[in-house]
């Protein structure tokens, strides 16, 4: 096991910013000209809002696991889960934009949150800090998934 604190960060950051990165990517270059002739709903934020934050709940999530990762009562199953659900991070928005299929996301999405929620629950038996640090994340996730139940309402 990896008990350098440093470089423990840097390889979760790592691992944290690839979904992001990778995320990032396929919105960037399968978005337009698709999502902007959506109808989209009055509560869709305006573009510059994602990046800030999604940054910050990136960034917060990788304190949440590094935290809980230098807790002596950590569990490998539940570090396991927070790389599962960086997958499904990613996967939403290669559905989502690559694929341009908006029912196949909210899917994704709901087995997000359900795993961000496990995480929250696994996180709050060991490092309660870890638990808070997700709470964000929930909140941005149950708020992406009204924008896409209203997306698909609306198109």
């Given at each position: 096991?990896?008990?350098?604190?440093?470089?423990?960060?840097?390889?979760?950051?790592?691992?944290?910013?690839?979904?992001?990165?990778?995320?990032?990517?396929?919105?960037?270059?399968?978005?337009?000209?698709?999502?902007?002739?959506?109808?989209?709903?009055?509560?869709?934020?305006?573009?510059?809002?994602?990046?800030?934050?999604?940054?910050t709940?990136?960034?917060?999530m990788?304190?949440?696991?590094?935290?809980?990762?230098?807790?002596?009562?950590?569990?490998?199953?539940?570090?396991?889960?927070?790389?599962?659900?960086?997958?499904?991070?990613?996967?939403?928005?290669?559905?989502?934009?690559?694929?341009?299929?908006?029912?196949?996301?909210?899917?994704?999405?709901?087995?997000?949150?359900?795993?961000?929620?496990?995480?929250?629950?696994?996180?709050?038996?060991?490092?309660?800090?870890?638990?808070?640090?997700?709470?964000?994340?929930?909140?941005?996730?149950s708020?992406?998934?009204?924008?896409?139940?209203?997306?698909?309402?609306?198109?």
């Open positions: 096991m990896i008990k350098n604190k440093s470089l423990t960060f840097i390889l979760f950051l790592g691992t944290t910013f690839s979904a992001s990165l990778i995320g990032g990517l396929a919105t960037i270059i399968y978005k337009e000209p698709w999502y902007s002739s959506l109808n989209k709903p009055i509560i869709n934020p305006p573009d510059w809002v994602f990046g800030p934050v999604w940054t709940l990136y960034f917060m990788t304190i949440s696991i590094w935290l809980y990762w230098h807790t002596k009562n950590r569990e490998m199953n539940t570090v396991y889960i927070y790389f599962v659900h960086l997958v499904f991070n990613t996967t939403w928005s290669i559905t989502f934009f690559v694929f341009h299929n908006m029912l196949l996301a909210l899917v994704v999405l709901i087995m997000l949150i359900a795993l961000i929620i496990n995480l929250i629950l696994r996180f709050r038996r060991v490092k309660m800090i870890s638990a808070y640090l997700m709470i964000p994340y929930l909140l941005w996730c708020f992406a998934l009204l924008l896409n139940i209203n997306l698909i309402i609306l198109n």
